[in-house]
């Protein structure tokens, strides 16, 4: 059974301050995905990262893919309150086809 | 062009009645998953399927049931409905890039209340 650990489920920053989540698994990606949810909403696609040692940058937001690929982090640099929301990270794994499991999701709050 | 539409978008159902929420998609991709959302926290994979006539169970499938004959209908199936069913549902549809790159696509969501 494949499981993502999510970390931290929350966060409370004020506005300028930098911050980063975590997503690990005791098994290997083939690719991981990260997502950002709004109140009411469904998720909505940030970034996929699928080559060890990858690094995304989008704006203020960085992804990593660790080597081993059993793990992922997304920084951002000087946040703002618009970066509020929930942030997701799901992965595929080799031989379960199609299947795509989500972590606990961070829970984020930035502060004016 | 509606994307992925899921109905209905609020439903209270008593205790041991059953239903089915809708989960249609106009897109023509192979993949497709319902998800259940607990207030705060993450989604939790119920069923997905590759294709038609083919589901799979996810990571919480008991107490619900899926078909899938056509590329664009997905139903989740609520049997014997138990307060903790009581959550928001989601329906996916996976985009081109293969089966762990593509992109999620979601419905709005339903809200349902078992009391």
């Known amino acids: 059974t494949q499981l993502l650990e999510q970390s931290p489920q929350f966060l409370s920053i004020q506005e300028g301050e930098n911050l980063t989540v975590y997503c690990n698994s005791s098994s290997v990606f083939s690719s991981l995905q990260w997502y950002r949810q709004e109140p009411g909403e469904g998720p909505v696609l940030l970034v996929t990262?699928?080559?060890?040692?990858e690094v995304k940058k989008l704006k203020r937001l960085t992804f990593q893919f660790g080597d081993a690929r059993k793990d992922s982090s997304l920084h951002i640099t000087a946040a703002q309150p618009g970066d509020t929301g929930l942030y997701l990270c799901a992965g595929a794994f080799y031989n379960q086809g199609g299947k795509l499991i989500f972590g606990q999701g961070t829970e984020l709050s930035v502060k004016p | 062009n509606a994307g992925v539409t899921q109905t209905p978008k609020f439903r209270i159902l008593k205790i041991g009645q059953s239903m089915t929420l809708q989960c249609t998609q106009d897109m023509n991709h192979n993949y497709m998953y319902w998800y259940r959302q607990d207030p705060g926290m993450g989604l939790k994979l119920i069923y997905y399927?590759?294709?038609?006539?083919?589901?799979d169970k996810g990571e919480v499938p008991n107490g619900y049931n899926v078909s899938r004959s056509t590329t664009e209908d997905f139903p989740l199936r609520l049997e014997l409905a138990a307060p903790s069913q009581t959550s928001v549902y989601f329906c996916a549809v996976k985009g081109a890039g293969g089966a762990g790159t593509g992109e999620l696509f979601f419905g709005e969501g339903s809200r349902l209340t078992v009391l």
């Open positions: 990262v699928v080559t060890g040692g």
């Open positions: 399927s590759v294709g038609a006539g083919i589901t």
